[in-house]
DNA sequence: GCCAACGTTGGC
DNA sequence: GCCAACGTTGGC
């Protein structure tokens, strides 16, 4: 099983707006980025976990867990017009872009922020703690995972 | 809203 | 294939 960290606004779509939805299970759309492409077609696969991550807002941070529940499928936002996520250059005998379902588990009890993990020497080796950081899905290992679980109970 | 850091595009 | 211009991300 392998760990991942998915951004998202949420004001966009929020960790509730996860949990809310039906069968709490969302198609995790609008992947724009190659790297994060790649993670999503080659390397996330059925019953992975996620880090559901707030980012863009008053306190970033981590604020539950999610499950990857289907295999990697076609993103068809990409062929829609009227989708917000519509890529005129991905086309269906060409595609570009791929998504997979995700799974509300749980929220954590208090938000594990982004401060906290950089400021957390267990977690200096974090994607998101490196660099630029502006990977909207990025694996995490089982250490760091179980760390941040741990931190927000 | 600013802006640094990064990614993408497209002319050459 | 280089790189300048432009667009986006995302913390602050």
Known sequence: MKYWLMKSEPDDISIDDLRDSPNHTMAWQGIRNYQARNFIRDDITHGDQVLFYHSSCKVPGVVGIATVVSQPTLDESAFDPQSRYFDPKSEPDKP????????????????????????????????????????????????????IVMLGQ
Do not use: C, Y
């Open 96 to 147: 570009r872009w791929w998504q997979v379902d995700i799974q509300f588990t749980a929220k954590l009890n208090q938000i594990v922020s982004l401060q906290q993990l950089k400021s957390d020497p267990a977690l200096q080796d974090m994607v998101l703690v490196t660099k630029g950081a502006r990977l909207s899905v990025q694996p995490v290992s089982a250490d760091e995972f179980a760390h």
